[in-house]
């Protein structure tokens, strides 16, 4: 349950109505709708738009199954914004502490800022009806698995497939609030000097259990409120993604390659785990991210050679001087960080795994032949997703014979047939996943 502030502004309602139908409706990306609505929303709401629409598809599929039972007939498409109306205000009903009558007010107000006055009498009887009827929808409903796991059938179905037995806990921490993780920069002070400056600032935090350069916030912070942010003694990331660089283990005037790198985390890492690092050369296929690339590395004060192209073409970009190290965090379903991206819910379909998984493929065999004999690659995803994960890796290595996959035995996480497989943590870790591969 979350306190939330004034809920009575029918624009905010509106604002997230729209931002969510332009995901649900149109399969626009939340980084994409919900900015594009904000502007709509006075700044003091703007907190409460965004826990709206990160809630409300977080929930997404659950909260459209209850819409589904309760009413007569589907919405037309057309009225895509209504039934997000809708799922939102039932998103506050269950799960925020805004007093059931103004959540409904708020809803029924929301209508005519929509232009659909007409909706007033069906939004505020179908809102009450939920909360006359929510235990024998419980009961109702209680098989269908959207509404049991607030994800979509297709999915929990690979889920159980995959991980029978941690399906359930999985998709119980999809659902939860994503923790705030820092990652210490060794180049300018240390884990333990870091915690005494946030304890001074009234931040509670606490060591991670396997990142020794990480730090989990007690509660989400702004990064303005961090100290000494801006002067790079800190950068947001994931327990699990923080390991992806000692894995790696760059060495003093090696050629390192990080493919795929926006928006960056893993490029500063590298650079602050090993700054003698002859070379890093960083790519990504899309210009714009890896400007923000250049602005994580620059407020770091690391440096590194960017490349906008994509990284399989290894024609159009490589000059042919081997890398040493090469990490390839491969684009995937992003399944193990669906809590951070819930709008992936609704977004990604099942042929999907399919394609990415011929992407992966295709990027790892042409990496390979940059890689220096002696040479290590990791790949690495944020899928949970064993199409992606062990089946592109060992698919690879079968029709090589240059391949060593090196075991990792002493690394959290569950151990699979080619590398370590993360699963969402309730309070910790993403879900994520790494294989290290030698050239022989």
């Known amino acids: 349950m979350t306190d939330a502030p004034d809920p009575r502004a029918p624009d905010l309602r509106t604002a997230a109505a729209r931002a969510i139908a332009a995901v649900a409706q149109r399969g626009q990306s939340l980084g994409t709708a919900l900015p594009a609505q904000a502007s709509a929303v006075a700044a003091r709401d703007r907190p409460l738009l965004h826990e709206l629409c990160y809630g409300t598809l977080r929930w997404h599929p659950r909260l459209a199954a209850i819409i589904a039972r309760l009413m007569a007939k589907p919405l037309k498409e057309r009225d895509a914004d209504l039934h997000a109306l809708i799922a939102c205000a039932l998103y506050q009903l269950e799960h925020t502490r805004v007093p059931p009558h103004a959540a409904i007010h708020a809803a029924v107000a929301a209508c005519a800022a929509l232009g659909k006055p007409w909706a007033k009498g069906l939004v ?97 912070r702004a990064v303005s409120e961090l100290p000494g942010f801006d002067a790079g003694l800190v950068s947001v990331q994931d327990e699990a993604a923080q390991l992806c660089a000692p894995l790696l283990a760059p060495r003093p005037g090696q050629r390192v390659l990080d493919a795929c790198c926006a928006p960056g985390g893993k490029t ?108 290590l690659l990791l790949y690495a995803t944020c899928s949970v997703l064993r199409a992606e994960n062990d089946a592109v890796v060992t698919a690879f290595a079968a029709t090589r014979s240059d391949v060593q996959i090196r075991p990792l035995p002493h690394h959290p996480g569950l151990a699979t047939t080619a590398g370590r497989q993360w699963l969402p943590a309730a309070t910790g870790n993403d879900g994520f996943y790494y294989a290290l591969l030698e050239r022989l």
């Open 124 to 220: 505020n009887a179908l809102l009450r009806r939920f909360q006359r009827e929510r235990a024998p929808l419980d009961i109702a409903l209680a098989t269908d698995t959207s509404y049991r796991t607030a994800h979509p059938p297709w999915l929990a179905e690979a889920f159980r497939h995959d991980w029978p037995e941690q399906a359930e806990a999985l998709m119980a921490a999809n659902n939860d609030r994503a923790p705030m993780t820092l990652r210490v920069n060794r180049a300018r002070g240390t884990r333990t000097a870091y915690l005494e400056q946030l304890a001074a600032a009234g931040i509670p935090a606490a060591p991670t259990a396997h990142s020794p350069d990480g730090i989990r916030l007690a509660t989400p």
């Open 268 to 375: 500063g890492h590298l650079l602050e785990l090993e700054p003698g690092i002859g070379e890093l050369v960083a790519i990504d296929s899309d210009a714009e991210r890896l400007q923000r690339v250049a602005e994580n590395l620059a407020r770091l004060g690391v440096h590194a050679r960017l490349l906008a192209a994509d990284a399989g073409a290894t024609a159009d970009w490589w000059d042919g001087a081997p890398f040493d190290r090469i990490l390839l965090d491969a684009p995937c379903s992003a399944t193990g960080v669906l809590r951070r991206h819930p709008d992936i819910k609704l977004l990604r379909r099942a042929d999907d795994i399919v394609t990415l998984a011929a992407t992966q493929a295709r990027l790892l065999a042409g990496l390979w032949e940059t890689l220096a004999p002696g040479g």
